[in-house]
Each structure stands twice: as structure tokens, then as C-alpha cells.
């Protein structure tokens, strides 16, 4: 069955960077578009970034554009999310998720969710 | 910026029908995704492509669309289908992906 497992969450203080991982298994990873969506405490769900099968194209919420960058490594079934100068407002429940097949924009399956806290 | 308008809240007694509505100007053109939350709990897709249900989803759920609305019904609700739902769709260029609000149902 489909596994998305996320790790590399934490405190970190305000300018700080996360690198989170998502490993993947259950599913060809190759084949399909991946997200990230968080969770800020109490709210609702907020798309930040997706990237296609092979990494041509990737977009970013412009909450994120030119702070987060988004990878994928196929052959090692993992997704990647490089957070910088994170602020207090990135505190959250960060998910990794897959698209429906060939959608950049719909998510069928979802991870567990890491947590992210930017505070000093 | 393209946003999706959810209801805050729905409250129905067991075995009643909801529907939990999620409208946008640009839902003539794209799909709408709905997904439920539990508590403590990862979303899960409960349906697709507006009113495509997976086959592990009961089928007292169901969708439909009427212009730039669309709707999520669950029929018969039972206490376990309590949670935060919310629907997901995207701008009218299909290329900005946006959740509504999110709903939360309560059973009474």
C-alpha cells in the first residue's frame, strides 16, 4: 500500500533552515507528481509546492516562492523540501503528498505529517 | 488569488443527510478533490474528480456539481464520519492548486 513517511521536522529558531525528507515506498515513485501541504496549529490545509516525475516542472505558493525548494530523488524514492530564513508564521504539520496520477494539482494520498516550529 | 468558500460548520443527527458545499468561480473548469480529516489524523481522500468515490470509501458518500458549486453528500452519516472536510481545486489556469476552508462536521 501507498507510505509516505516524513522526517526532519523540529524547532528551529527564526532565519534558521529545515531540510525535510519523505521517503516513499508502496508506489512507483517515478511515475507520479509529488506535493507539500502543511498545517499551520488550528488552521486549514495550505499547498506550498509541487514537482513533476522527472523535476522539469516545479511551482511554489507564494508564501514559500524564494525561501523553499522542492527535490525529488527517483531512484532513492525520496522527497525532499529545503526550508530557509523560516519565520514564525512556517510553524506547522508539514505533509507529504502524492498527486493523482499525471495531476500537478490533485492529491490522493497523504503522509503523516512532521512538525515544524520556528520560534527563539 | 483564486479561493474556494466552504461552510465553517455543519451539524446533523446520525442517520441524517449532509452536504458540505464548496464554490469558487473556476469550478466550471477544474476538478474539485475532497479529502477528510480526523483528528490527530493525515487527510483522506473520500473522492474525486467531483463525484468519483476510491473503492475503500462507503458509499454513503457521493458528489456532485451544479455551475461553481459542488457538493459533498454523506448520506446516513454515522458517528464516525465526524471530522474536518475539505474540498480541493485549482485556478482557472490550472496551475495554482488551493484548498477551501475546510468544514467541520459535527454529529449531534
Known amino acids: 500500500q501507498v507510505q509516505l513517511v516524513e522526517s526532519g521536522g523540529g524547532l528551529v529558531k527564526p532565519g534558521g533552515s529545515l531540510r525535510l525528507t519523505c521517503a516513499a515506498s508502496?508506489?512507483?515513485?517515478?511515475?507520479?507528481?509529488m506535493s507539500w501541504v502543511r498545517q499551520a496549529p488550528g488552521k486549514g490545509l495550505e499547498w506550498l509546492s509541487y514537482?513533476?516525475?522527472?523535476?522539469?516542472?516545479?511551482n511554489y505558493a507564494g508564501s514559500v516562492r524564494g525561501r523553499f525548494t522542492i527535490s525529488r530523488d527517483n531512484a532513492k524514492n525520496s522527497l525532499y523540501l529545503q526550508m530557509n530564513s523560516l519565520r514564525a508564521e512556517d510553524t506547522g504539520l508539514y505533509y507529504c503528498a502524492r498527486n493523482y496520477r499525471d495531476s500537478n494539482l490533485y492529491i490522493d494520498y497523504w503522509g503523516q505529517g512532521i512538525l515544524v516550529t520556528v520560534s527563539s | 488569488s483564486f479561493e474556494l468558500t466552504q461552510p465553517p460548520s455543519v451539524s446533523v443527527s446520525p442517520g441524517q443527510t449532509a452536504k458540505i458545499t464548496c464554490s469558487g468561480d473556476?469550478?466550471?473548469?477544474?476538478?474539485v478533490y475532497w479529502c477528510q480529516q480526523k483528528p490527530g489524523q493525515a487527510p483522506v481522500l473520500v473522492m474525486y474528480k467531483d463525484n468519483q468515490r476510491p473503492s475503500e470509501i462507503p458509499e454513503r458518500f457521493s458528489g456532485s456539481t451544479s455551475g461553481t458549486i459542488v457538493t459533498l453528500t454523506i448520506s446516513g452519516v454515522l458517528p464516525e464520519d465526524e471530522a474536518d472536510y475539505y474540498c480541493q481545486s485549482a485556478d482557472n489556469s490550472g496551475t495554482y492548486p488551493v484548498f477551501g476552508g475546510g468544514t467541520k462536521l459535527t454529529i449531534l
Open positions: 508502496g508506489f512507483t515513485l517515478s511515475d507520479y507528481y
Open positions: 473556476a469550478l466550471t473548469k477544474q476538478y
Open positions: 514537482i513533476s516525475s522527472g523535476s522539469n516542472q516545479i
